[in-house]
């Protein structure tokens, strides 16, 4: 877990050839800070050797600690090796807990707070600094009083003193936040991916070379092939020349664009011969500096739009032809607003004879609010000269709803001068009920009748046009339900729809007139809050909204208890771009449900320098293993009875070109969730098989080497078949090769992982559950399944001489598995005592510390046959 390294001295800013600086060089020591600084991101820190002169060392640093949002430390290494604390700044308690009153302590306590697995590191690192003088960089775990186990990352400058001591300046930084933040933004992008790829649009991403880098389910079924038919090929290797080129030169538009383009053109599908109008937009991804690195690509089926709207124009055309020579109403009105004329059909609407309107305004005839924009448009008709159009909604005295589309076209005098209006009716109430049934579809969510995503979008874009005009603040949150599957998986469909619409009211009840509260889908709701003064009025908004959804639900006569997590971010603080917003503040509701959820969070800028971090990590990780820059460190196995070496676990490392050596907890949930475990799966496999058949063969005692496999790999269904091949190609044998897996495998898809399980056994590999107790366990399993060997999580092992309860729980363990006959692993020790421990117990077979750290593979070469064990 622990992390260090130490850097040559022009990584600070020092200029090597030079002295050293003292303990009162303040220029050398705001340099070397300076420097420091910037690395960790303190960019607001500007350190001159004039800003302190004369003041003793500690208020030298004191004065620097003030300008820093890290911890800063002064400690000194003398003769005899040990390390104690010179000067210690306050923010110093918050990384390691409550401090000493003797700041010579701070280095005794930081180092008996380091968790047990670090401080040996620890240790090394700053040995190795204070030999070399070069700057030294770690990170550490802290188990802090009040915060439980904590992340922290230390860099320090060493400068050796007149006296031949060495002194080492350095920050100190809680990294426990920034780690967590990291995991639930790869579990978002995970969420993302998969509901990219389930949506009923055609979607696709092309690189710039044209080759199809990604296509969803919905492209597969229209392109009548599958992903793996579409991945790495282009346009011309899967359709007709003359329509392939057709989609290269749109994408090359698009590009040259560097805008959304929108076409639309008719379709005949090939597998049915039907016709379809299919919109295609295609979207040119850019890279930092602006340049088209691909296009990203999705098509709609918008048959039925393009018929409902070729629908309504042919009926206003008609409308337009047909009117004169109609029986629809027809009136003519002066310039005193009275009416002139009316045709029987107007008489016959309005007051049953033609006779009976003359002389009347139209706010005699019709209802106040009718009346009185019928005179505000003829009063515009006959001042401006030119026509207008306006829809009247009225109801008859049967309580029947019409509308009706009035016309008023000018009539002119020989002069040019307006001397009166004529007034055509036509009766379209059908058409405004189809119109009003078709904005009810298109705008709003039909089950809890809120505005849906298309509205939200309009809104939003309106509002922020609004909030740039008038100086004003708006925000925007993102709501998601907690838990709310539960109630789906448990009462059904319908109670989860009525519990929805229940909450669509509850948070309508929250918010003001102004605002807008939206369903964008499932159990996610939005609400767009314009004009606001402050952050606190977005917090007010949000407390009600966590109070209402938190009080009890009542679902087909059961209560329902669920809570809420709140996203926020606003404009302009974050940003004014619509979709910029919408995706702060779902980042910022993601870090609510990852911090307990029933809670709100604002967006802060480092949620999205995390995510751009996650994604360039995965980018290298695509070409890791072509680049050869992944590699095996091994770690032996050793019989606790003789000491002997009986095999090595195969541990994964990725020689990362600009990040140095990094271990799998930084990159495996990476490789999970984009699949590319699969593919370094099969990598670890076939090196591991190599080493195995290199260490095993006549004569020899066998020597295991353990392989770690991914749920992944089994996923995929070709695990058989890669093992059948790593094993002819390598010459290695499956009783060499010990197959690790984890308990949750288990626990899913039981049939097919039997069946494979069992396959693999009878070709001959050993089945290990690693990290045994630490998961969801079923113990039915360890009968039901072919299991050979229960490796004991690191955690027992650690916690047996200090905890009774761990070492009856270790004891249960190891009884459990010797009465079923299973091989039992200790993972994780570090002491004789420990060793001694298990032995005592009957477990047989250890790997830790006590005996080696992970090594390369000739390293491991080199370590001796046996290793010697206490008494």
Known sequence: MIKCQTMSANACGCDAAAAPPTCRDVSGLARCLGDYARLLGERTLELDAASCPGLPFQEQLASLADMMSAALFAARIGDDGELSCVYASEKIADAIGPLPKDVGRVAELLFARCHPDDQAAMRACLTASARTLDPCSTEIRILHPGKGERQLEIKAVPQRQPDGTVLWIGMMRDLTETRKITRELDETNARLLSVLRTIPDMVWLKDKSGMYKMCNHAFERRSCKTEAEIIGRSDFDLYEPELAASFVQKDREATEAGKVCINEEWVTYPETGEERLIETRKVPILDSVGAAIGVLGLARDVTERKRIEEMLAKREQEFRTLVEHSSDPILRYGPDLRCRYANPAAGALLRNQADGLLGLRPSQLLVREN?????????????????????????????????????????????????????????????????????????????????????????????????????????????????FKAVNDTMGHPAGDALLHEVAQRLSSCVRAVDTVARLGGDEFAVLVPDIRCRDDLEQIAERILRKCDKRFVVQGKEVFVSCSVGIAMSPDHGTEPDELVQYADTALYSAKGNGRN????????LTAHARERLMLELDLRHAVRRGEMCLHYQPKVCLKNGRRSGAEALLRWNHPRLGMISPDRFMAVAEDTGLIVDIGAWVLREACFAAAEWNGPDRPVQKVAVNLSVRQFQTRGLLALAESVLEETRCRAEWIELEITESLLLEEHEHVLETLTALRKMGFTIAIDDFGTGYSALSYLTRFPIDVLKIDRSFVSRMTSDGRSMNLLKAILSLAHSLDLEVVAEGVETSEQAAILRNFHCRLAQGYLFSRPVSKDALETLPGSFPLAK
């Open 371 to 483: 009346g009185e924009i019928f005179e505000r448009f003829l009063s515009d008709v006959l001042t401006t000269g030119g026509e207008q159009e306006f829809e009247a909604v009225w109801k008859d005295d049967a309580g029947n709803r019409f509308c009706h589309l009035v016309k008023l076209t000018p009539e002119f005098s020989t002069e040019g001068k307006v001397t009166s209006v004529l007034a055509v009716g036509r009766d379209i109430s059908e058409l405004h009920t189809s119109r009003q049934k078709i904005r009810q579809i298109a705008y709003y969510d039909q089950l809890t009748r809120l505005p849906n995503r298309a509205l939200f979008n309009e809104r939003l874009r309106r509002m922020i046009s609004d909030a740039a005009i008038s100086g004003q603040m708006a925000g925007v949150m993102v709501i998601d339900l907690d838990r």
């Open 599 to 606: 809670a709100f969070r604002f967006y802060t800028k480092e």
